[in-house]
């Protein structure tokens, strides 16, 4: 086919008209699905990020978000990353800044007009970053009624615990869980061990069957391998963050569940309104917000003894009604 | 149960031995593919690459034991690009190597995701059962520390006899060892030095891609990334340890093992007064102790890192 200059100069011009109607086709569609990148230091299997994967998938279903994601994000390569994200347009940045809090914020502060929703231990800072919002899985609420459960079901009132790095958001869960064991097992003893790493069930499965060894007959599972290595020994396991029982309906009792949904809906909802503020979104992980909630006893259904599960009914409705509050104490659980 | 106790309980043997299994398999592949004067520092990324074959073949239905052969084919392949490059091309052994490691790992990865893409928990697999042996697993403290493992802790320890009787009472075992030390007078004896020295970075790639199987068909049962966790440069320090021996390397892999499974036993009954980082600190400390002591006597073969050149004097 010969085209002759004319043509060439209108074709061109009308390819390179195309882009604009396309912007002005996504500005006209931008009011309702805001383009989000969330950027994950760890895979989506590990079972926090997990729970945030879940509910961004669910809220791209719903057509309020158009949802790219970025996993296993080095500490060192993860300012480069937020950036990128920034710099192809995206409104919604979700993440986990826990190692990474200066630099985060840095570049916050670098696009004032784009919102940040990050995972931190650290409180957000207004008059610095106004479009910083932080959240973590403040979920104590569950994890203290798993502990109440467990503190019924261990018979040598003998608890063991495997955490991977002894960090704020491990602690608080370990210690509401501590403290609903005491509820009703007063005397409980606690075996707690940290193996120094995210991702090493092996090790967390040896650390656990050193714990049996020492005479624990349930184990508080934070990290995956802890479980198996409660099935291989046959006692008990309470789960944490995700719903395990399905892959070991014979050990875990019951787990303490996050759902990321209200923390993402509430900052969308922001967005579209126009009113994202650095705002606290943990409390929309407290149980009174459905942020946690206990897992169904499922297989352990009328194991569970009747007074037992009453009681944790009736202090669910309590810390719902605000009745009742989990006391949220970040320090380093010991042994006792 | 007071920390002495602890030390002489079967159970913590019983740790000890499962936590070296993969150490020892590891340690015997680098440590043949040292002796033949080849440092393979990508045994981390091999041992993540036998990790994920060995469990994704066993995932797609095939056999255990396939999945161990999947894994040291995984690993050897892997083992045969290492050796291409630092042998006939004669290039760095340290920066091939790391290279190696970060691809490999990489590549896991990324088949991983490919293979996964909408996975939330990782499927799981049914790994090798302890399996004990008739009769030895009935003596007290002994069978149950020993002969109450899985089928690959016993192969682990098989293969270290292997490798020692090969290294030493074999002629293709003398050609190796020749060719870490000299390896003009292999040339001599009108064996190939570049062939010796490939097939010995290959099989030794092989067991550390079996040392990662290890983690994920018997230690566990479904692959993590980062699940190797430093053992690889573990079983590079163990080499050193026992001194290019197998019989020495094996013992090193166990101390180690050891240390670990006690200091997970101590934090049980210490942790309050000490800081848990002091016990995961603890075997790395020991075992720099040992190596200090150790390796005032150890003699690395002569030609290490040399890559040799045919008729180069």
Redesign the interface.
């Known amino acids: 086919m010969h085209l002759s200059r004319r043509q060439v100069l209108r074709l061109t011009g009308a390819a390179a008209s195309l882009p604009l109607i396309g912007s002005f086709h996504g500005a006209a569609s931008a009011k309702d699905v805001i383009k989000t990148a969330a950027i994950y230091t760890?895979?989506?299997?590990q079972q926090w990020v997990?729970r945030i994967?879940?509910a961004a998938l669910a809220a791209k279903e719903r057509g309020d978000i158009e949802y790219t994601f970025s996993e296993?994000v080095a500490n060192t390569d993860y300012e480069r990353v937020m950036r990128e994200y920034c710099e192809a347009g995206h409104q919604l940045i979700v993440g986990e800044a826990f190692a990474v809090e200066d630099a985060a914020r840095a570049v916050a502060k670098d696009y004032p007009d784009r919102a940040f929703l990050i995972g931190s231990s650290f409180k957000p800072d207004a008059a610095a970053n106004p479009n910083f919002a932080v959240f973590d899985n403040y979920i104590q609420d569950a994890s203290y009624l798993t502990g109440m459960i467990a503190g019924a079901m261990t018979q040598k009132g003998n608890i063991?615990m495997v955490g991977g790095y002894?960090i704020p958001e491990v602690n608080r869960l370990m210690h509401a869980f501590m403290a609903g064991v005491k509820e009703t097992k007063p005397d409980a003893k606690f075996?707690?061990?940290?193996?120094?790493?995210w991702?090493?069930?092996?090790?967390a499965?040896?650390?656990a069957?050193?714990?049996i060894?020492?005479g624990a007959d349930l184990l508080y599972a934070e990290r995956?391998?802890v479980s198996?290595a409660a099935k291989e020994r046959k006692v008990l396991a309470i789960g944490n963050v995700?719903d395990?029982q399905a892959?070991y309906p014979d050990t875990v009792v019951a787990s303490a569940l996050w759902h990321f949904e209200p923390t993402l809906d509430a900052a969308i909802k922001a967005i579209s309104e126009k009113a994202f503020k650095a705002d606290d979104y943990g409390q929309y992980s407290f149980m009174k917000a459905g942020g946690c909630s206990l897992s169904p006893l499922g297989t352990f259904e009328g194991k569970v003894p009747a007074d037992v599960a009453a009681k944790v009914k009736a202090r669910e409705g309590e810390i719902k009604s605000g009745a009742f509050t989990v006391t949220i104490d970040d320090s380093e659980p010991?042994?006792? | 149960?007071d920390a002495l106790d602890i030390l002489f309980?079967a159970?913590?043997w019983a740790?000890a031995i499962?936590?070296a299994s993969p150490l020892i398999f590891a340690t015997l592949g680098e440590l043949i593919s040292e002796r033949a004067g080849v440092l393979n520092l990508g045994i981390e990324g091999i041992m993540t690459v036998g990790a994920f074959a060995g469990w994704f073949t066993v995932y797609q239905g095939g056999d255990l034991w396939l999945g161990v052969v999947a894994a040291a084919l995984a690993g050897s392949a892997f083992g045969l690009l290492h050796a291409m490059l630092v042998v006939p091309l004669g290039l760095s052994q340290h920066v091939t190597g790391i290279g190696i490691t970060l691809f490999a790992a990489s590549l896991t990865?990324y088949t991983y995701?490919l293979a996964f893409p909408e996975?939330?928990?990782?499927p799981?697999i049914e790994p090798f059962a302890p399996w004990p042996v008739p009769v030895l697993s009935d003596i007290p403290f002994l069978g149950e520390a020993l002969f109450r493992q899985t089928p690959l802790t016993y192969l682990a320890f098989i293969a270290a006899g292997l490798v020692g009787w090969f290294l030493y009472r074999t002629p293709a075992g003398l050609a190796v060892r020749t060719a870490g030390e000299n390896p003009a007078a292999v040339e001599a004896q009108g064996i190939d030095v570049t062939r010796v020295r490939i097939m010995a970075v290959v099989a030794g790639s092989a067991l550390m891609g079996i040392g990662g199987a290890f983690?994920t068909l018997s230690?566990?049962?479904?692959f993590?990334?980062?699940?190797v966790?430093g053992r690889g440069w573990i079983a590079i320090a163990l080499v050193v340890f026992g001194s290019w021996r197998p019989g020495k390397a094996l013992l090193g892999a166990l101390l180690f093992a050891a240390f670990?499974?006690y200091q997970?036993?101590l934090?049980?009954?210490a942790?309050?007064f000490v800081p848990?980082?002091i016990f995961?600190m603890l075997p790395y400390a020991l075992s720099i102790l040992a190596l200090i002591l150790m390796s005032r006597r150890a003699s690395y073969p002569r030609a290490l890192m040399i890559p040799y050149r045919k008729g180069e004097r």
């Open positions: 760890v895979p989506v299997e997990s994967h879940k296993k063991g002894p075996q707690v061990a940290f193996i120094g790493s991702f090493d069930p092996p090790k499965k040896e650390t069957f050193a714990q060894d020492a995956f391998g198996d995700i395990t892959d010991k042994s006792s | 149960m309980s159970s913590l740790a499962r936590i990865y995701r996975v939330t928990s990782p799981k983690l230690a566990f049962n479904s993590y990334f980062e699940m966790n670990d499974a997970l036993r934090q049980q009954l942790g309050i848990y980082q995961l």
